[in-house]
């Protein structure tokens, strides 16, 4: 088995490195404030008795997934809480090939850059499905990949790095398309807190034993640092996903969980809509420059990423490092976004200086 260093890592040494400055696009950090709840509930842990400094239940503290259960319209004893969405997605997947119901897994192609890194430690193959660059998913063409070999179709709503928002018909037939080979739709929903579309559907909205969902408070809560996450799983799946939770991770963090549970009791929407507003801006700014550059890019609809491209400027990791070379700001190769992403660069619309960026491609290219 061959474990690969994600690419990631990779960039952002070499940006870190540079001796001039550079505009870090690449990772999904959120550089705006989470809810201040979330910083109140973690003053107000450090002052606990020291009982709860000890272990807490492995599939997490029962007030938050009671929280997340009635939030998302499920049991309590559906949510198992993980370390981040990245820990969901494994679960999920794991469960989905351990059932014997097929080795394969279905991705779309744009792809998340961990899904298939996941499939291959799990023992599955992966077959990709084309999503296009402006990652509008066909269910039909899921639905033709999709046979009695497929464990599981793994999705991502809004999409990292497309920016699609699936529309309600696709997310319904998506569910249809795994109940139909007997497979698992896992739905990676961790950006649904930035739908700047208003069109963002669960997959919960479809009541079925066939589909797992997975989220993170990760990007919602804007602290990627935390690794508090959750899955919401069928009944008949739920046992054993706690089960290997636990042999993994024998539980999360219990001061992490209790700071997300004070924040989703205390913030107000008003806090989701002004971090959907700075990157509505941040939309604008970055692509009004790249129109400037004469570069073809794909408007996002949600989560925060900007896939760009540039005349005879293929995606690749040394056209990269060449951009943070010589126009000081860093983005991720496409490729690390499957085959179709491979013309394309990933930005990431998590600084203050996405403008500046722009301007820099913008005199770069032109
Ligand atoms: C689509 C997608 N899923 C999962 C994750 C990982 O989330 P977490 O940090 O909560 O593990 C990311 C992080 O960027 C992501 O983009």
């Known amino acids: 088995m061959e474990y690969e260093t994600p690419l990631f890592f990779h960039v952002m040494a070499y940006a870190a490195e540079a001796d001039h400055d550079v505009v870090d696009m690449v990772s999904g950090n959120p550089d705006w404030e989470p809810p201040e709840a979330l910083r109140d509930g973690l003053r107000e842990y450090a002052d606990f008795d020291a009982d709860r400094f000890q272990y807490p239940p492995s599939e997490g503290i029962r007030p938050l997934r009671e929280e997340i259960a009635e939030r998302r319209g499920v049991d309590a004893s559906q949510v198992v809480i993980t370390n981040g969405a990245g820990e969901a997605n494994y679960l999920a997947m794991a469960r989905a090939l351990e059932r014997g119901a ?29 999503a296009g660059a402006d990652g509008h998913l066909d269910p039909s063409v899921v639905r033709a990949a ?85 899955a919401i799983f069928p009944s008949h799946l739920v046992e054993d996903a706690k089960s290997r939770h636990m042999l993994v ?56 990423y900007v896939l760009a491209r540039f005349d005879d400027y293929p995606g690749t990791l040394s056209n990269v490092e060449r951009l943070i070379d010589e126009a000081g700001v860093a983005g991720m190769p496409g490729s690390a976004f499957g085959e179709s992403c491979e013309p394309w660069l990933r930005f990431a619309l998590v600084t203050p200086r996405v403008e500046e960026a722009a301007d820099r491609l913008a005199e770069y290219f032109t």
Not at 108 to 113: A, K, R
Not at 180 to 192: F, G, Q
Not at 204 to 212: A, K, N
Not at 252 to 274: C, F, I, K, M, N
């Open 249 to 304: 991770n024998v539980a999360g963090s219990r001061p992490a969980q209790y700071a997300v549970l004070r924040a989703l009791q205390e913030t107000d929407p008003a806090y989701h809509e002004a971090n959907r507003e700075l990157l509505r801006e941040r939309v604008d700014l970055f692509t009004d420059a790249l129109d400037g550059a004469g570069a073809d890019y794909v408007r996002p609809d949600g989560a925060f």
């Open 146 to 230: 999709t046979s009695d070999d497929t464990a599981a179709i793994v999705v991502n709503t809004p999409n990292n790095p497309t920016g699609a928002v699936y529309p309600e018909e696709t997310v319904s037939e998506l569910v249809e398309v795994a109940e139909a080979n007997d497979a698992i739709l896992v739905s990676d929903e961790v950006y649904d807190h930035y739908d700047l579309s208003g069109t963002f559907t669960s997959a919960l909205s479809v009541d079925s034993d066939h589909r797992i969902v997975t989220n993170a408070f990760s990007k919602t809560l804007a602290i990627t640092g935390f690794r508090v996450g959750y």
């Open 102 to 130: 097929g080795s394969e897994i279905v991705l779309t192609d744009p792809v998340y850059s961990y899904y298939p890194g996941k499939t291959t430690m799990l023992g599955g193959t992966a077959h990709y499905v084309s």
